[in-house]
C-alpha cells in the first residue's frame, strides 16, 4: 500500500481509503457479516482509514461493531460526520457525538468532519452556537483528533469555507470529469496550499468513470491502456492519485475482490506519474462524459426515500443510460428502476412536486424539474399515457 502523510498530524494514511457508505445491503441496513468480512480485507491489504457519517442509515453502528468483533479500532483511523443540519442548539452537538460514539463503540474519532457543507453561512451559524468552543473541548479530552469539513458547494465559497476556521483537513469531491466542478482543481491546490490534508470523495462519480462509463469514451481508454491502466476504474483512481496534492481517496468497495483490485493499483499510482500522453487520453475521455452526461447524479441516495417511492437516482441513472449506451438500454434501465412490471410501478411522472428531495441532493440537482426530462424522454405522449393509465389501474 501507498502511504501519504497528513501535513497537520503526521498520521501515515493509506492513499486509498473504505468509503463505508455503500456497504452491501438492502437501503439503510448494511449487512453486518459481509460489512465484517469487507473491513477485515480493508486491512490485511493495508488500508488504514474508514470513513462513515451520521447520516448513513445503520452505517455507523456496522461499523462500529465490525471493528471491535475483529479487534481492529486501533488498527485504523476512522472518520465520521456531523449532520449540520441537525443541529439547533448548542446541547445537540453533546447529544449527537455521544450517540455517534456509542455507535461506534469507541472513545474518539480521529477524523470528525461537518458533513455536506454547501455554504459558509452554515459554519457560521454552527459557530453562533459555539462550535468553536465545543470542538476545543473534544480535542482536549482527546474525543475527537482531527477536524475537517466534508464540501459540495461552489468554487466561490470554497476559500471562505477554507478560511473560516483552523481546519486539520477537508474531503471534496474530485475527479477528472469534474475539475471545474465545486471545489474543484483550484480548491484542491488552496486547500493544500493552506496546509491542509485533502481527501477525495467520488473519484469516480459513483460509478459513472468506471463500469457506467459511455461506450464511446470507454473506447477511448480501452486503445490507450497499459498492464497498469487496463480498466477505466484504473485510469479514474490513478488520474486522482497523480496529484501530489491529494493525501487519500475514497473508494466505495463494496466487494472483497474491488477491495483487492483497488489496492493494488494503490501501491503503483504514485504523485506525478502519469504521462503528458495519458493527460491527452483523460481530456478526450472527458469529452465524450460531458457530451452524455445529462444529470451530475452520483447516486448517492442522500434524497431517498421519495414519499411517492420514485428511485431517483435509478431513474436519472437511465436517462444518462440512454445519451451513453443508447435509447434502448436505457428504456430497459427505466423499467427497472420505476417497477414498470409490477402490480405497483414508480413513474417519474408520479411525483408531485413536493421538494422533500431537493434539499438533500449535494449535487444541487432541479429533481422535479428533471424527472420531468426523464418522463418525456420514457413516456412520451401516447406512451406516457399508456403507462399512467397502467400504474393506476385497480
Ligand atoms: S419532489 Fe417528486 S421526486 Fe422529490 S420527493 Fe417529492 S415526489 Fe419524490
Ligand atoms: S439526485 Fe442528488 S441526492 Fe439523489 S442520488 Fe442523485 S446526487 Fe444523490
Redesign the pocket.
Known amino acids: 500500500m501507498q502511504y501519504r502523510i497528513n501535513p497537520r498530524s503526521g498520521d501515515r494514511i493509506s492513499a486509498l481509503g473504505l468509503g463505508c457508505m455503500r456497504f452491501p445491503g438492502p437501503p439503510g441496513r448494511p449487512d453486518p457479516a459481509r460489512a465484517r468480512e469487507l473491513v477485515a480485507r480493508a486491512v490485511e491489504r493495508g488500508i488504514n482509514y474508514l470513513d462513515t457519517a451520521y447520516l448513513y442509515p445503520g452505517n455507523e453502528a456496522c461499523v462500529g461493531s465490525a471493528l471491535v468483533e475483529l479487534g481492529l479500532r486501533d488498527s485504523v483511523l476512522l472518520a465520521t460526520k456531523l449532520p449540520h443540519g441537525s443541529v439547533r442548539r448548542a446541547e445537540d452537538l453533546d447529544r449527537i457525538f455521544d450517540e455517534q460514539l456509542r455507535r461506534l463503540r469507541t472513545d474518539h474519532v480521529d477524523y470528525y468532519l461537518v458533513h455536506n457543507v454547501t455554504s459558509p453561512a452554515q459554519w457560521e451559524r454552527l459557530r453562533e452556537l459555539g462550535v468553536e468552543d465545543w470542538i476545543a473541548r473534544q480535542r482536549a479530552a482527546g474525543r475527537i483528533r482531527q477536524m475537517g469539513f466534508s464540501y459540495h458547494g461552489s468554487a466561490g465559497d470554497f476559500p471562505v469555507v477554507l478560511d473560516a476556521y483552523d481546519w486539520d483537513f477537508c474531503q471534496i469531491q474530485y475527479n477528472y470529469a469534474g475539475e471545474t466542478y465545486q471545489a474543484g482543481t483550484a480548491g484542491l491546490r488552496a486547500a493544500a496550499g493552506r496546509g491542509l490534508a485533502v481527501f477525495v470523495m467520488e473519484p469516480l462519480l459513483g460509478g459513472r468513470l468506471a463500469d457506467r462509463l459511455p461506450d464511446r469514451a470507454r473506447r477511448i481508454l480501452d486503445a490507450a491502456a497499459t498492464p497498469d491502466l487496463a480498466t477505466p476504474a484504473a485510469w479514474g483512481l490513478s488520474w486522482v492519485w497523480d496529484h501530489p496534492e491529494v493525501t487519500m481517496l475514497l473508494s466505495g468497495m463494496s466487494a472483497p475482490e474491488q477491495i483487492d483490485e483497488n489496492a493494488a493499483l494503490a501501491e503503483r499510482a504514485l504523485p506525478g506519474s502519469f504521462a503528458p500522453a495519458q493527460h491527452e487520453v483523460i481530456s478526450r475521455v472527458v469529452k465524450e462524459f460531458e457530451r452524455t452526461n445529462r444529470v451530475p ?8 426515500p421519495c414519499p411517492q417511492g420514485i428511485n ?2 435509478g431513474c ?1 441513472s437511465a436517462y444518462n443510460a440512454s445519451f451513453a449506451h443508447g435509447w434502448f438500454t436505457g428504456l430497459s434501465q427505466y423499467f427497472t428502476a420505476s417497477a414498470i412490471r409490477t402490480s405497483e410501478p414508480k413513474l417519474v411522472s408520479n411525483c408531485v412536486r413536493c421538494g422533500a ?1 431537493v434539499r ?4 444541487h ?1 432541479d ?1 422535479p424539474a428533471r424527472l420531468e426530462e426523464v418522463a418525456r424522454r420514457f413516456q412520451p405522449g401516447p406512451v406516457g399515457w399508456a403507462l399512467r393509465a397502467w400504474s393506476h389501474r385497480g
Not at 447524479?297 to 431517498?304: D, E, I, K, L, P
Not at 438533500?360 to 449535487?363: D, F, G, K, S, V
Open positions: 447524479c452520483t447516486g448517492c441516495n442522500y434524497c431517498m431517483i437516482p436519472f428531495c438533500h441532493c449535494p449535487q440537482i429533481i
